[in-house]
């Protein structure tokens, strides 16, 4: 068993410091390794696999790793990722030829619920809101109309509105988001960053906003692009009441709800 034991901890150290060749005696010719991302077969295949930087940085980063569990000619190790990782970890079930290692099953476990904070968007979420066009990742909405039909549409306009509010400015005064928005409140908004891997999902209740001061702040902040769209400002400006938002950013994953238990 300290054979195998020996060589989960060179494979372990393979991911970890990016030094697959001290593996390579370890592993049977016939090695596969299976993972949610892809499959390796043989000796090569393999060693290029762990030579991927971003499955070593990630590893990395402040991994906790289990000792090594044997159950009958398996070998399962788990490293568990803080918080602010995607998911919660990676669990290996290593299988052997011998003393060698012919299998590895490298699957990735759901992260932990994160536990909800208080309604308040961060300058993180409002700077990635309301520079999404010039990003070139426009937000998206959601809406139902009177038929149930849900609707999604790229808006160019949303902006950070407040600590617990987002706003828009829709150009056409009878296109479907303003007429159904009074009977059917409820919207969801969407943000995806695949450069960051920042998503953001929000929900809540929107509303037509008719205080001329009000609709001047909101046309103002939008962008110049969408400003010179609707230059007599014939559109209508429509806030939402957030009750809930939730992804991830930079710092890590989100959720925010309007009233925390």
Do not use: C
């Not at 762990?50 to 991994?63: F, K």
């Not at 103002?220 to 010179?228: D, K, L, V």
Request: glycine share 8%; charged share 25%; no cysteine.
């Amino acid at each position: 068993m300290s054979d195998r034991i020996e060589a989960v901890e060179a494979y372990q150290n393979a991911l970890i410091k990016g030094d697959a060749d001290a593996v390579t005696e370890h592993l049977d010719d016939d090695v596969v390794v299976e993972t949610n991302f892809g499959r390796a077969e043989g000796i090569e295949a393999v060693l290029t696999l762990l030579r991927e930087p971003r499955t070593a940085g990630l590893l990395a980063a402040g991994a906790h790793w289990s000792a090594p569990a044997a159950s009958g000619d398996t070998i399962t190790v788990t490293a568990e990722l803080p918080a602010t990782a995607p998911f919660g970890g990676v669990e290996f079930v290593f299988a052997f030829a011998g003393p060698k290692i012919a299998r590895v099953e490298q699957q990735t476990l759901p992260a932990a619920p994160v536990p909800p904070a208080r309604l308040r968007l961060t300058e993180e979420i409002k700077s990635a809101v309301n520079g999404a066009l010039d990003n070139q990742t426009p937000m998206l909405i959601a809406y139902r109309d009177g038929t149930d039909e849900i609707h999604l549409s790229f808006r160019g306009s949303i902006q950070a509105y407040s600590g617990d509010q987002l706003a828009l400015w829709a150009r056409d005064p009878g296109g479907g988001l303003p007429r159904n928005v009074t009977a059917r409140p409820k919207v969801t908004l969407f943000y995806h960053d695949p450069k960051t891997r920042t998503s953001y999902t929000f929900y809540g209740r929107a509303r037509v906003e008719d205080n001329p001061e009000h609709r001047a702040v909101i046309f103002e902040n939008s962008h110049p692009r969408e400003q010179q769209m609707d230059f007599r400002r014939r559109g209508i400006a429509i806030v939402v009441d957030l009750d809930r938002v939730e992804g991830r950013g930079p710092a890590g994953r989100v959720l925010m709800v309007g009233s925390v238990p």
